[in-house]
Each structure stands twice: as structure tokens, then as C-alpha cells.
């Protein structure tokens, strides 16, 4: 299942660090996401981003930073990476739009370990 | 903003029982409501949805409900399967002024035991 694909599948780094996650999507939806789920499993949105806008939730670091060189790609750059930033990150994609459908698909996920 | 509250946070049932797991939302003007169930290690994948203005969908022996006055909607897994054991997460959707934006609650673990 390739619909939506994230690299690297695990990434363990060093405090302070600036990595990058990248993301997929060949379902020629409209609309991607990026979600951090903690250890407690809770699923938390970060971003949205369709064609048209880019939404920042606000409880977001702005370390966390979204990239998205096309329609199809929608990259994850964290700055200055702390402890608690530990966390399995899954990216998704929506068709979108008001008369789209909202069920959104999630990629396999990145299980980030910050020592 | 949106807020789920789902319950209970773990479940375990008897291979061939029922499950049902509640979530309640706050914005009524949430439209759409899927469920996913997250396998260990894996992805969320979505199982089944409903929208605002249906009030039951089943799909063999999966079932949603929904009521959008006291908005509230249940997940019902009938003759369970320890394959069903997983933690499942409900949602609501909220789109709008530029803002897609899928709120989930805390998942309930469930367990199926043979």
C-alpha cells in the first residue's frame, strides 16, 4: 500500500538536531496533514495544508515547520529536536473541499527518537 | 474548538461478544464522523464513517450510530474476533473557512480474548 508513503520509517537523532520527515501521497488528493501521536497513543493534528492554504495549529512549536513543494508532498522540518519531541509522527491526505470526501488516509508513520 | 471524549479508554470482551465504544463531540458544527482502528505498529485505517445526516450505517458487523442532538455516536463491533483487538480511535470533522481539521478522541483499547 504506497497511497501515501513517509521516509524514514524510524529516525533516531541527538538533541538539538534539525531533521526532516518527508511525505507522499499519489491519490491526487487535495488536502495532507501531519499528526504526532505520543506514547499514550493520542493522535493530535499538527497541520493541515490544501491547494489553497496552510494551517497552523497553534499549540505547535514553531520549530515544527511544514514545507510543501507541490500538491503531492507535504515535508515535516523540526528545528532544534528536544526530548519530548519523541513521538511516532503520521502524515495523511484528504481529497478535500466542501463537496470532496473527508476520509483521510494515513501514511505508515515515523517513529522519531530524540536522545 | 472541536473536543472528543471517548470511552471507555480500554475494553475486553469475550471472543463473540459485543463491543461498543462511545464519543461524544462538542461543535455542532462537526459534519463528519469516521472511526479508525490503529494495529500495534501500524497505521491508523479507517473501518467505517457516517455523516451528519445519517443516523445509523452498518457494514456487516460493524455498526455506527449517531445522534446529533445530544451529539453523541457509538461504535458496535458485533461477534468480536481476537483479529478485532486493536485500539480504535473515533473522529469528527470539521471543515470551513479554510479549516479541515479532523479531531480524534484518545482511542479505546480493545482486547478480544479467545
Known amino acids: 500500500d504506497t497511497a501515501v508513503s513517509q521516509t524514514p520509517k524510524y529516525l533516531v537523532t541527538q538533541m538539538g538536531n534539525d531533521k526532516s520527515i518527508k511525505c507522499e501521497q499519489n491519490?491526487?488528493?487535495?488536502?495532507m496533514y501531519w499528526y504526532k501521536q505520543d506514547s499514550k497513543k493520542f493522535l493530535k493534528i499538527m497541520f493541515s495544508y490544501n491547494n489553497k492554504e496552510l494551517i497552523i495549529n497553534e499549540t505547535v512549536p514553531n520549530r515544527f515547520s511544514p514545507k510543501s513543494p507541490d500538491k503531492a508532498h507535504l515535508n515535516l522540518h523540526i528545528n532544534s529536536l528536544e526530548l519530548g519531541d519523541s513521538a511516532v509522527y503520521f502524515c495523511a491526505s484528504s481529497q478535500g473541499g466542501l463537496t470532496g470526501t473527508e476520509t483521510q488516509y494515513f501514511g505508515p508513520g515515523t517513529r522519531l527518537l530524540v536522545l | 474548538g472541536e473536543n472528543v471524549e471517548q470511552h471507555p479508554s480500554t475494553l475486553s470482551v469475550q471472543e463473540g461478544d459485543s463491543a461498543v465504544i462511545k464519543c461524544t463531540y462538542s461543535?455542532?458544527?462537526?459534519?463528519?464522523f469516521p472511526w479508525y482502528k490503529q494495529e500495534l505498529g501500524k497505521r491508523p485505517q479507517l473501518i467505517i464513517d457516517i455523516r451528519s445526516n445519517v443516523g445509523e450505517k452498518k457494514d456487516q458487523r460493524i455498526a455506527v450510530t449517531l445522534n446529533k442532538t445530544a451529539k453523541h455516536f457509538s461504535l458496535h463491533i458485533t461477534e468480536t474476533q481476537p483479529e478485532d483487538s486493536a485500539v480504535y480511535f473515533c473522529?469528527?470533522?470539521?471543515?470551513?473557512?479554510?479549516?479541515?481539521?479532523?479531531?480524534f478522541g484518545k482511542g479505546t483499547k480493545l482486547s478480544v480474548i479467545p
Open positions: 473522529a469528527a470533522f470539521e471543515s470551513g473557512a479554510g479549516s479541515y481539521q479532523l479531531t
Open positions: 461543535d455542532s458544527a462537526s459534519n463528519y
Open positions: 491519490l491526487g488528493h487535495d488536502t
